[in-house]
């Protein structure tokens, strides 16, 4: 069975996610611990599953904690010293939903939904009909909120109590759960904040939920006629952002990365600071991390908490990670383990203010075209194909460094490179390349790439 993808379980509510299996994945989760907590993000179906969990779980012996609507953030703050779960669907569609599981407020590694998913499938068991669970409302927006403005006072503007006064930002919260999150927080900060989309409605009316450029086209057209010093998109669940320019452009994502990493690599006190990121992710960041004094270390995309764990495991005393993140999703390790777009909010905002502009922030990043690009594959043919691939690609860039560990990266001395990599849930091999001249690498590579397609099938 698999149940579990990149990031939880998500799919269609009427033939996937259905309430029995939200009640299944309670039970199975509920054997784990005496004490989670359950939130949801604003779908339509999120009540039912929600309460579809909870009766898993007590009926599997835990006591429940119920604290309603919450950005997914929110829920893994609240997590810490005991376990969570989450309902939302991030940026699916709205007939989407979905399951992420936290303990002590970081998503649950890949041993640990195995176990759950063992459990599922071999039918979980019920505790004595004396030893069910309780389940108590409870509430942690409020306490979540401060620590996150806190979080920020602390880490990037020395104290100060309103370090966003006299700077305007443009917030648009996509109809998802950061409605009731980014602005509040910002404006603690002292922010005049400009909030678009900023009620929770499960059908997201205003735009899809997953932010892109095609998405954010509106609120891009709002930002440009504006007068903001900062622009800010979220998902459903509020752990996605993206950033755009007080023009309204999108700054591409590794770009954000880079800014936020260089930040907590030379705030880091650590001998050894070591930022965590994929292999997809763009060179800038390493880049600017070494100049910051520190490392940048890769894992497979959708598990940064994996990652963690094994710097933190194979480091020595001097050995910190001061950031983690994959393309829109970051971890501020100092606050807590889990992926969260509010905090990013905060802290991307205080810099704009501490450092005069977002301009400022952006000039000492090397900013190279980058590609993605999907070619047709398979899932049977994806394995010979890549296997292919770990010996022509590199011989089709000779002058590189080659990586095999997340599919096929080649490193090239002037500082361009290119990865190859299986999607994992889609029929698609996934090319990414970042060049001065990105078409003619992408061109090259992707030849290469559909002779060992072709090859494979």
């Not at 100060?160 to 917030?171: N, Q």
């Not at 994996?306 to 983690?324: C, H, K, L, N």
């Not at 394995?383 to 010996?391: G, H, K, Q, R």
Request: charged letters at 25%; proline letters at 6%; aromatic letters at 6%.
């Amino acid at each position: 069975m698999t149940l579990f993808g990149t990031a939880g379980i998500r799919g269609p509510v009427a033939t996937s996610v259905t309430p029995e299996l939200a009640l299944r994945v309670g039970q199975a989760a509920g054997a784990d611990g005496s004490s989670f907590v359950v939130g949801r993000d604003g779908r339509e179906t999120g009540a039912a599953l929600a309460a579809a969990v909870e009766s898993g779980l007590e009926s599997a012996g835990a006591d429940v904690e119920r604290v309603g609507e919450v950005p997914t953030p929110a829920l893994a703050f609240a997590s810490r010293g005991r376990r969570g779960v989450m309902v939302t669907a991030s940026h699916n569609p709205p007939a989407d939903n979905g399951i992420k599981l936290f303990v002590d407020g970081e998503e649950y590694d890949g041993e640990g939904e195995a176990r759950v998913t063992d459990r599922v499938e071999s039918g979980p068991a019920l505790a004595d009909w004396d030893a069910f669970g309780d389940g108590r409302d409870g509430s942690v927006l409020g306490p979540y909120r401060d620590a996150v403005a806190g979080f920020v006072r602390e880490s990037v503007a020395d104290g100060a109590e309103e370090p966003l006064a006299g700077v305007t930002v443009a917030v648009d919260c996509g109809n998802g759960m950061a409605s009731v999150a980014t602005p509040q927080v910002l404006g603690a900060l002292g922010a005049d904040v400009r909030a678009t989309n900023a009620n929770v409605d499960g059908h997201f009316p205003a735009r899809p939920s997953k932010p892109t450029p095609e998405t954010l086209a509106e609120f891009s057209r709002f930002v440009a006629a504006s007068e903001v010093d900062l622009a800010l998109a979220h998902d459903g669940d509020a752990d996605r952002i993206v950033v755009l320019t007080p023009g309204g452009d999108v700054v591409h994502e590794d770009t954000v990365l880079a800014v936020l990493a260089e930040h907590y690599v030379s705030e880091s006190v650590a001998p050894d600071p070591v930022v965590v990121t994929t292999p997809n992710a763009s060179g800038r960041i390493d880049e600017r991390v070494a100049a910051a004094g520190g490392r940048t270390e890769r894992v497979r995309l959708g598990a940064l908490h994996e990652g963690i764990a094994r710097e933190r495991a194979a480091g020595d005393d001097g050995t910190a990670v001061a950031f983690a993140a994959e393309p829109w999703k970051h971890v501020h390790t100092a606050f807590g383990g889990w992926i969260d777009g509010v905090a990013s909010a905060g802290v991307l905002s205080a810099l704009v203010a501490r450092e005069g502009g977002l301009a400022a922030l952006r000039a000492p990043v090397t900013e190279r075209p980058y590609r993605k690009v999907s070619v047709s594959c398979p899932d049977d043919a994806k394995a010979p194909a890549m296997a292919t691939l770990e010996e022509r690609l590199p011989e089709a860039f000779p002058e590189g460094v080659v990586d095999t560990d997340y599919g096929v990266r080649v490193d090239r001395p002037d500082g361009s490179w290119v990865l190859v990599r299986p999607s994992g849930t889609e029929p698609y091999v996934r090319l990414y390349a970042e060049a001065d001249d990105v078409d003619a690498l992408v061109e090259r590579a992707r030849d290469v790439v559909e002779a060992a397609v072709e090859h494979a099938t």
